[in-house]
């Protein structure tokens, strides 16, 4: 037989045909997969590193007016590390490892808002939390 003659394509790939709509290969995914959640997390991390170097620099320097707030945000980054990867595989115990971080980061929260007037690494960890507790408050 003879050959077919071959099909013009349109430079859009044909998604501009009313007989083939555009198809999102992504539709049914599910979302943002916890990002808030993940991102406050995250966040949460990097002023709680922020607070635990102060704190250490201040240590360091025989300040132990400190050590409590660098004993709960080594605590807090300790347990809350594991909350972005978990929110963003929508993990089974996320609701439990996330009442877990919560109840640490009231805890640094607490002791970092004795300091956060004087020391502005400090309250940003404070607000830090401040903000992770609102996201894990949104998990229900």
Not at 114 to 135: P, R, S, T, V
């Amino acid at each position: 037989g003879r050959p077919r003659p071959r099909r013009r394509q349109s430079r859009t790939n044909g998604l501009d045909r009313a007989s083939s709509p555009a198809v999102d290969p992504h539709a049914g995914h599910g979302g943002d997969r916890n990002g808030a959640l993940a991102m406050a997390a995250a966040h949460c991390q990097i002023a709680g590193d922020v607070c635990l170097a102060h704190c250490l620099e201040l240590l360091a320097t025989g300040d132990t007016s400190i050590a409590g707030c660098a004993r709960s945000v080594r605590e807090m980054l300790a347990v809350c590390g594991m909350i972005g990867p978990l929110a963003a595989a929508r993990s089974a115990r996320l609701r439990e490892a996330a009442a877990l971080c919560g109840a640490m980061c009231k805890d640094c929260k607490v002791e970092c808002d004795k300091h956060a007037d004087k020391h502005a690494e400090c309250k940003g960890c404070a607000d830090a939390c401040e903000q992770l507790i609102a996201e894990i408050g949104k998990l229900a």
